[in-house]
């Protein structure tokens, strides 16, 4: 899943939660809002887009600007002020706010809730009226009244239904059986500090319910005594789980995002070291009679090119900014080819098999990596599933879905398709699971042991090669995924061999444009042993200058994207305006996010991703000159 694709699910969930979320720069401006915002405040979100913190919130709206440096050192703030509406009417509302860095600047996501109502109840409970028992009764926060042995007094019904107990379950029930066992220590020290002190203005722990859920609460307490002996504590608190979410996606997400920059930006100088080893590998090892000793310390050299390019791969794909190279392979040698790495992956007690229909009968349209990265994490998953042993089965065959029998595979249309299947003998999942088990960020592992984006981002990867996925399991009775994609009936892309291309020469003249020294001179190296004429040139203006001179009649430019100065793009489009019959060929290292930034798209056919080698060179310059 992609930066804009986690974007969209990101305001989907926001925008429908019932908590109001507000994203503040420096200024006190709006940058975002969500819809419960605009519509507890009674106005439309473009007209609440207009105004400022100041306009709604007249006791901190004023003071943003003395108050943001000590906001920001401390990175996170909880506080109650009140709230303008557009009607004039004052709200008390309590608001839980981070400060975030996104891009260059800082804002402030706050979630506010309306807390009128939670502050009239308690002005009503600290007169203990029996006027006030509707109140109590009909309250949305979460009351509860313990006594000093942690055994229930009285509880509200918002908080039966928060924790799934009935009126009876809770007489036999203590504080101590609802304490999350995660935080304990601080929920027994708060008790503790409620009985002694009297009073805690702010409480912020978690409780479980009785179907186990974990319930993320925030309030106050206070004692009430009799002879200087502690009676009974009161406590309002409000269930803050979506909240806490929201916030923990938003800075998942903002993570994510900083991670993803940093390995695009490292993929792109790693794919330039590449092209020179490839590259020269490639190139010399043509030129070896067959049985020099040297040959073999090349193809090494030559596979640790490849495999640091499919390291590469791997590296944006796990930051979403996976680069798309489509081709026609054979996922059963796909299959076969990662069994080796699977069986590393996982523990001797399970047992491990493979099944791949005969060579070249898996034929489907993929980028290999990305299979490569899905079948990975299904197996993770499996591997996961089974800590105490079991089966693994991967398995590639063929299916022909007919019309009348479609329906019964999830709606897959019919056809024939290519079937990737990994069965596992593990825990198995219900299914309010499998519901949610392809949702970003959703888990079932223990934390710190899952990023809940594995099966996301498979199912993303799967999608995007107009496949489908089906999921059959039951608990303890293991899982298997099916993965359909269609089958094809080109043949496989092979290799470019060196023999291949001493038929892929060409006469013509190509000016290579770079500005690492490297690259021009690998690539001139490459294309002059392929016959072509080549010119170089380390910047965009020195390309301009040399065409603008004309001494040469260039065939075609060959030009990297991102540059200091004038970026490619600019330089093909000042080129064409110059002489409309050379071809361009755009190449570059960088994703595809980044591309589209400087104007060139990387599924247009004048487009090769580095890191280059000679022989894909070869074919994509024909291919461009025919």
Same mark, same amino acid.
């Given at each position: 899943?992609?930066?804009?694709?986690?974007?969209?699910?990101?305001?989907?969930?926001?925008?429908?939660?019932?908590?109001?979320?507000?994203?503040?720069?420096?200024?006190?401006?709006?940058?975002?809002?969500?819809?419960?915002?605009?519509?507890?405040?009674?106005?439309?979100?473009?007209?609440?887009?207009?105004?400022?913190?100041?306009?709604?919130?007249?006791?901190?709206?004023?003071?943003?600007?003395?108050?943001?440096?000590?906001?920001?050192?401390?990175?996170?703030?909880?506080?109650?002020?009140?709230?303008?509406?557009?009607?004039?009417?004052?709200?008390?509302?309590?608001?839980?706010?981070?400060?975030?860095?996104?891009?260059?600047?800082?804002?402030?996501?706050?979630?506010?809730?309306?807390?009128?109502?939670?502050?009239?109840?308690?002005?009503?409970?600290?007169?203990?009226?029996?006027?006030?028992?509707?109140?109590?009764?009909?309250?949305?926060?979460?009351?509860?009244?313990?006594?000093?042995?942690?055994?229930?007094?009285?509880?509200?019904?918002?908080?039966?239904?928060?924790?799934?107990?009935?009126?009876?379950?809770?007489?036999?029930?203590?504080?101590?059986?609802?304490?999350?066992?995660?935080?304990?220590?601080?929920?027994?020290?708060?008790?503790?500090?409620?009985?002694?002190?009297?009073?805690?203005?702010?409480?912020?722990?978690?409780?479980?319910?009785?179907?186990?859920?974990?319930?993320?609460?925030?309030?106050?307490?206070?004692?009430?005594?009799?002879?200087?002996?502690?009676?009974?504590?009161?406590?309002?608190?409000?269930?803050?789980?979506?909240?806490?979410?929201?916030?923990?996606?938003?800075?998942?997400?903002?993570?994510?995002?900083?991670?993803?920059?940093?390995?695009?930006?490292?993929?792109?100088?790693?794919?330039?070291?590449?092209?020179?080893?490839?590259?020269?590998?490639?190139?010399?090892?043509?030129?070896?009679?067959?049985?020099?000793? %040297?040959?073999?310390?090349?193809?090494?050299? #030559? *596979? =640790?090119?490849?495999? $640091?390019?499919? /390291? !590469?791969?791997?590296? +944006?794909?796990?930051?979403?900014?996976?680069?798309?190279?489509?081709?026609?392979?054979?996922?059963?040698?796909?299959?076969?080819?990662?069994?080796?790495?699977?069986?590393?992956?996982?523990?001797?007690?399970?047992?491990?098999?493979?099944?791949?229909?005969?060579?070249?009968?898996?034929?489907?349209?993929?980028?290999?990596?990305?299979?490569?990265?899905? %079948?990975?994490?299904?197996?993770?998953?499996? #591997? *996961? =599933?089974?800590?105490? $042993?079991?089966? /693994? !089965?991967?398995?590639? +065959?063929?299916?022909?879905?007919?019309?009348?029998?479609?329906?019964?595979?999830?709606?897959?249309?019919?056809?024939?398709?290519?079937?990737?299947?990994?069965?596992?003998?593990?825990?198995?999942?219900?299914?309010?699971?499998?519901?949610?088990?392809?949702?970003?960020?959703?888990?079932?592992?223990?934390?710190?042991?899952?990023?809940?984006?594995?099966?996301?981002?498979?199912?993303?990867?799967?999608?995007?090669?107009?496949?489908?996925?089906?999921?059959?399991?039951?608990?303890?009775?293991?899982?298997?995924?099916?993965?359909?994609?269609?089958?094809?009936?080109?043949?496989?892309?092979?290799?470019?061999?060196?023999?291949?291309?001493?038929?892929?020469?060409?006469?013509?003249?190509?000016?290579?444009?770079?500005?690492?020294?490297?690259?021009?001179?690998?690539?001139?190296?490459?294309?002059?042993?392929?016959?072509?004429?080549?010119?170089?040139?380390?910047?965009?203006?020195?390309?301009?200058?040399?065409?603008?001179?004309?001494?040469?009649?260039?065939?075609?430019?060959?030009?990297?994207?991102?540059?200091?100065?004038?970026?490619?793009?600019?330089?093909?489009?000042?080129?064409?305006?110059?002489?409309?019959?050379?071809?361009?060929?755009?190449?570059?290292?960088?994703?595809?996010?980044?591309?589209?930034?400087?104007?060139?798209?990387?599924?247009?056919?004048?487009?090769?991703?580095?890191?280059?080698?000679?022989?894909?060179?070869?074919?994509?310059?024909?291919?461009?000159?025919?």
């Amino acid at each position: 899943m992609d930066n804009q694709e986690l974007n969209i699910v990101f305001k989907r969930v926001v925008d429908t939660a019932t908590v109001e979320f507000y994203l503040i720069d420096a200024e006190g401006r709006f940058a975002y809002v969500n819809q419960a915002a605009a519509r507890n405040l009674g106005y439309s979100e473009a007209e609440l887009l207009d105004l400022s913190l100041a306009d709604i919130d007249p006791e901190i709206g004023p003071r943003v600007g003395q108050l943001w440096p000590e906001w920001k050192r401390q990175g996170k703030l909880w506080l109650e002020t009140t709230h303008r509406t557009k009607s004039g009417q004052i709200v008390q509302k309590e608001v839980d706010a981070v400060c975030v860095t996104l891009g260059t600047a800082d804002y402030i996501c706050a979630f506010a809730r309306d807390i009128t109502e939670r502050k009239r109840m308690e002005s009503a409970l600290r007169e203990n009226g029996e006027q006030y028992r509707d109140l109590f009764e009909s309250a949305g926060d979460l009351i509860q009244f313990v006594r000093p042995d942690g055994t229930f007094f009285q509880v509200n019904p918002a908080w039966r239904a928060t924790f799934g107990y009935s009126a009876e379950e809770v007489e036999k029930l203590t504080i101590f059986d609802l304490i999350d066992p995660d935080c304990s220590n601080h929920c027994m020290e708060t008790f503790q500090r409620v009985l002694e002190q009297g009073r805690v203005d702010r409480i912020e722990t978690s409780f479980v319910a009785k179907n186990g859920d974990k319930i993320m609460i925030q309030g106050a307490a206070n004692c009430r005594y009799e002879n200087g002996k502690p009676q009974m504590t009161r406590c309002i608190f409000r269930n803050v789980s979506e909240e806490k979410r929201l916030q923990a996606q938003l800075l998942q997400s903002q993570k994510m995002e900083a991670i993803g920059r940093l390995t695009s930006g490292v993929a792109h100088d790693f794919n330039n070291l590449l092209t020179t080893i490839l590259s020269y590998s490639e190139l010399y090892l043509r030129r070896l009679p067959e049985g020099d000793p %040297l040959s073999e310390a090349l193809r090494a050299i #030559r *596979d =640790a090119g490849i495999r $640091g390019a499919a /390291l !590469t791969r791997q590296l +944006l794909t796990f930051s979403r900014h996976q680069v798309v190279d489509v081709r026609v392979i054979d996922l059963s040698s796909v299959v076969s080819g990662l069994s080796s790495m699977i069986r590393r992956l996982i523990d001797p007690s399970i047992h491990f098999a493979v099944e791949v229909a005969p060579c070249g009968q898996g034929r489907i349209l993929a980028d290999q990596h990305q299979i490569e990265q899905v %079948l990975l994490n299904l197996a993770i998953n499996a #591997r *996961d =599933a089974m800590p105490d $042993g079991g089966v /693994l !089965t991967i398995s590639c +065959l063929e299916e022909v879905l007919e019309q009348e029998e479609f329906s019964n595979f999830g709606n897959i249309g019919p056809g024939r398709y290519v079937v990737l299947v990994v069965s596992d003998t593990g825990e198995g999942m219900s299914a309010e699971v499998q519901e949610h088990i392809f949702e970003p960020f959703f888990t079932t592992k223990p934390q710190g042991k899952g990023t809940g984006l594995g099966l996301a981002t498979a199912y993303g990867i799967v999608k995007q090669h107009s496949g489908y996925i089906v999921v059959r399991s039951e608990p303890g009775k293991g899982a298997t995924f099916r993965l359909y994609f269609p089958r094809v009936e080109a043949p496989v892309e092979a290799a470019v061999t060196g023999a291949a291309l001493e038929v892929l020469q060409g006469s013509e003249t190509i000016l290579v444009v770079d500005d690492e020294p490297d690259i021009l001179a690998v690539i001139r190296h490459a294309l002059e042993s392929m016959g072509y004429t080549v010119l170089t040139a380390p910047s965009a203006a020195e390309a301009l200058h040399l065409i603008e001179e004309g001494r040469e009649r260039i065939d075609l430019l060959l030009t990297d994207v991102v540059m200091p100065g004038m970026t490619g793009h600019g330089l093909a489009v000042r080129v064409q305006a110059i002489d409309p019959r050379i071809r361009v060929l755009f190449m570059s290292g960088y994703t595809d996010s980044m591309l589209e930034e400087h104007g060139v798209s990387r599924t247009h056919a004048n487009f090769i991703s580095k890191p280059l080698s000679p022989g894909d060179l070869a074919i994509k310059l024909r291919k461009m000159l025919a």
